[in-house]
């Protein structure tokens, strides 16, 4: 193999496992809200609706936004 090819598939591997780390950080961010928010839910009891509202909304937007994605995109 010669040098630029090989230097190429250390930065694409580079890139990848840099990729799916921060996809991991993501999720795992969603996973500290969701505990969160289940021990908001068990403290507050009947006012939970209200008291717990912020982090309902940002663990639903986490969930929209963080899923762990395959560096690989296939199109069909």
Not at 18 to 28: D, Q
Not at 60 to 76: A, P
Request: glycine share 2%; aromatic share 6%.
């Amino acid at each position: 193999m010669s040098d630029d090819r090989t230097t190429e598939l250390k930065a694409r591997l580079a890139a990848r496992d840099a990729h799916i780390r921060e996809s991991w950080v993501r999720a795992m961010e969603a996973r500290i809200v969701r505990d969160q928010l289940q021990i908001c839910y068990q403290v507050e009891g009947v006012n939970h609706y209200e008291t717990c509202r912020e982090l309902s909304e940002k663990y639903i937007t986490l969930l929209k936004e963080n899923r762990v994605k395959g560096y690989k995109q296939v199109d069909v």
